[in-house]
């Protein structure tokens, strides 16, 4: 009798590729003065959650780390919700290398960060762990490659 393996990749969800978001044009051109227009104009981007995440993240102080896990929160369940609308089932690859997927893994990364900042170590680990089943690309971009 030959035994057969199964092919796991088989059973792998396709990849979700999210559209475009509007807010990065947007972005692009907009200075500091009108960033927060764009962010009011635009709440469900995951990109513009990000950015502020990333922006608090930099101050480097408490309450700045505070308001930085608000701000990824807020992107990360925007990204989700935006995940569900493609018609991801909760696991699959998310690849970075589809740019409008950045705004949402950027939001898991900085709330990653964020948990660990304030001591939400069991958080800091998953939102890791997620970002890493996602897209091993982003991970190695975001945390770097030497990163454990």
Known sequence: MTETHH?????????????????????????????????????TSSLCWALLAEASLKAGKLDSDVAAYAYARTGYHRGLDALRRAGWKGSGQVPWEHEPNRGFLRALWALAVAAGRIGED????????????SSETAW?????????
Do not use: M, W
């Open 122 to 133: 069991d958080e800091a680990e998953r939102c890791s762990q997620f970002l890493r089943d």
């Open 7 to 43: 092919n796991l990749l088989a059973d792998a969800a396709p990849a979700t590729k999210l559209p475009e978001d509007p807010a990065v044009a947007e972005l692009a051109g907009a200075g500091k003065e009108k960033f927060y227009e764009v962010v009011r104009a635009h709440p």
């Open 140 to 148: 190695q971009e975001l945390a770097g490659e030497d990163h454990e």
